[in-house]
């Protein structure tokens, strides 16, 4: 007679992340108190995930909560309710030392306003991330100035931020969020403060970055941005509104 029970196996709950997602958020949710008794809802059961390689951009209009889940996605901030893996640990449950560790470590963030250490080489100021973690100077020396020739600065190294034009400051950037060889590349508006000819120089870098292997998440309010992505969420009142191929893969 053939049996109709079901394997311990297939009744265990998933607790694990699947494999292969550098990025899964389940049920995230991120409430601010207003003082009051006044709450809002900043982020409202956000699921998504994001394969290694992938280069997705997230939109949304200002309030939308995109930069709250950027926060989140780079350990800046942690979740109110949900969870949170990065590169296969549950980073949603961890202290402030430890997202710190975590940050330095699987992160390379791209700020619109490039945040260089005015007074530091562009070589200083991508060997930031190597000094707080404990990188030897040979090392990092090595390691800043490999990274600044895949932006193409080899011969900028010396050069002090107001020594550069602005696309070069934002290679720079680029270069310092990849010294650590991180598991995401996160970029905040790459090319808000850029001109029209040099924010497609960057975003060019960007495809070859991707083209490279790296992961990248690009958050942005502009269309024709966001359209160098493979990937499109759309964020609004802290939920997602779409997820979808960007114009160019569909």
């Not at 049996?3 to 997602?21: I, R």
């Not at 949710?29 to 290694?52: C, F, N, P």
């Not at 560790?101 to 945040?115: A, C, D, H, L, P």
């Not at 310092?176 to 000819?197: C, F, H, M, Q």
Request: hydrophobic share 40%; with cysteine.
């Amino acid at each position: 007679m053939a049996s109709n029970s079901v394997s311990t196996e297939e009744l265990a709950p998933v607790t694990a992340p699947p494999t292969g997602d550098v990025i899964i958020v389940e049920d995230l949710w991120r409430t601010y108190d207003m003082g009051l008794e006044q709450q809002v809802q900043a982020l409202r059961g956000i699921t998504l995930s994001i394969k290694h390689n992938e280069y997705v951009a997230i939109m949304g209009p200002s309030g939308s909560g995109k930069s709250t889940l950027m926060n989140l996605i780079g350990c800046l901030d942690t979740p109110s309710k949900g969870k949170y893996w990065l590169n296969g640990q549950l980073v949603s449950e961890l202290d402030d030392d430890q997202l710190a560790r975590i940050r330095n470590k699987e992160i390379g963030f791209v700020f619109q306003t490039f945040n260089l250490l005015a007074r530091a080489t562009a070589l200083h100021n991508v060997e930031l991330p190597l000094i707080y973690n404990g990188t030897p100077a040979a090392a990092r020396i090595a390691r800043a100035k490999e990274s600044l020739t895949d932006v193409g600065l080899e011969s900028r190294m010396s050069h002090k931020p107001n020594e550069l034009s602005g696309g070069q400051r934002q290679r720079v950037a680029i270069a310092r969020a990849l010294v650590n060889r991180p598991s995401i590349i996160l970029a905040d508006e790459p090319t808000g403060n850029l001109d029209s000819k040099t924010g497609i120089e960057i975003m060019a870098l960007f495809d070859t970055l991707h083209a490279n292997g790296n992961t990248i998440v690009l958050v942005t309010h502009e269309p024709d941005i966001a359209e160098y992505a493979h990937r499109v969420v759309h964020i609004r009142d802290g939920q997602i509104f779409s997820d979808e191929p960007s114009k160019r893969f569909r």
